[in-house]
């Protein structure tokens, strides 16, 4: 379900550019069911195209669809309480270098804030998220957000003019915890870390929860210390 999930919703986000879009389509049930069936489709016959033409029986399929629509729905009306945003990339693949070692990494979403910083949105579809405080470590024993921030720093400065080329224009380091059973509880499903500047843009006490740091001193020390595990690995 995960990777169809991923899909839907950079489909999703080709036709919403930004939470203003979001809010359009909320405000209307029809369109906005028609948008994520539209995408949920697409994003079950990608599955079948990577699975040698495979399909579930239609009974199955039927029933992960509805429960879909029904997913999304919830967390697409749950995003449009962020502060504004415009969705500059999804599911991007990028490769980057540790001293010897090739890393290719894929962001699965990275939004532009109101002030122009960057959000780096990692979408998580299990039970539980990664600890922030392991993603804190030195070196990081939760290294997923620490690598996309190094790759994103890099995506910046290489190939996405205008929107900053070093790390004082990554704002925020989230994860976004997509699950149905967390929707009805005091669970956050935005989980982050972030520069202390732009918490105020951020916060909403009803849907996140953030630790607040010195990104730019944080994104050097991972990168000191990842480096490093490179090197002892080669």
């Not at 915890?177 to 009805?184: G, V």
Request: proline share 3%; net charge neutral.
């Amino acid at each position: 379900r995960g990777n169809v999930v991923h899909k839907a919703l950079e489909e999703i986000w080709k036709t919403l550019k930004d939470s203003e879009d979001l809010n359009s389509y909320c405000n209307n049930q029809t369109q906005l069911e028609k948008l994520i069936t539209s995408a949920i489709n697409h994003a079950f016959s990608f599955a079948k195209q990577q699975n040698n033409n495979q399909s579930l029986p239609n009974n199955f399929l039927n029933l992960e669809k509805s429960n879909l629509q029904n997913l999304l729905q919830q967390w697409l009306k749950m995003e449009r309480d962020r502060d504004f945003f415009t969705v500059i990339q999804t599911e991007k693949e990028i490769e980057m270098q540790l001293s010897n070692l090739t890393l290719r990494l894929r962001i699965d979403r990275i939004d532009q804030l109101v002030d122009g910083k960057i959000a780096i949105i990692d979408y998580k579809t299990g039970k539980d998220v990664p600890s922030l405080n392991d993603c804190l470590n030195i070196p990081p024993t939760a290294t997923q957000l620490p690598l996309y921030s190094l790759a994103a720093n890099i995506l910046m400065g290489n190939r996405l003019s205008g929107y900053g080329t070093n790390s004082e224009q990554i704002a925020a380091l989230i994860f976004a915890h997509i699950n149905r059973e967390n929707f009805n509880t005091t669970h956050k499903p935005f989980v982050g870390i972030c520069n202390q500047k732009v918490l105020n843009l951020l916060q909403n006490k009803n849907i996140s929860r953030w630790l607040s740091i010195d990104m730019e001193n944080t994104m050097a020390q991972w990168q000191a210390s990842l480096t490093k595990i490179a090197d002892d690995f080669m």
